[in-house]
Nanobody, 120 residues
Framework: QVQLVESGGGLVQAGGSLRLSCAAS????????MGWYRQAPGKQRESVAV???????NYADSVKGRFTISRDNAKNTVYLQMNSLKPEDTAVYYC??????????????WGQGTQVTVSS
């Protein structure tokens, strides 16, 4: 299993930037996909950005051009750079790790979440 700890959330003004970090308890080299999800008040949790072990990325339409997901395998860390933040980006952001273990057992782990609040 892998433990995930997010950090970097906070309160920012519209148009500002934040960088979220997700520190994993073990190497993320073999994890098939790591990503960021968010859940705003009254809404379902949604995928924001995903990065695979091969480096492919995918973004929600609402954040394309503003958010960038990246990974540093040496530091066992995934980042989400958020620029041009909007009030509608306000949500709890969760880090996710998904893959298949050496014993062919699928897994999907989540961090505890970090609050991002964008004021207008």
């Amino acid at each position: 299993q892998v433990q995930l700890v997010e950090s970097g959330g906070g309160l920012v003004q519209a148009g500002g930037s934040l960088r979220l970090s997700c520190a994993a308890s073990r190497s993320i080299f073999s994890i098939n996909a790591m990503g960021w999800y968010r859940q705003a008040p009254g809404k379902q949790r949604e995928s924001v950005a995903v990065i695979t072990s091969g480096g492919s990325t995918n973004y929600a339409d609402s954040v394309k051009g503003r958010f960038t997901i990246s990974r540093d395998n040496a530091k066992n860390t995934v980042y989400l750079q958020m620029n041009s933040l909007k009030p509608e980006d306000t949500a709890v952001y969760y880090c996710s790790a998904a893959g298949i273990s050496p014993k062919d057992v699928a897994y999907h782990y989540w961090g505890q979440g970090t609050q991002v609040t964008v004021s207008s």
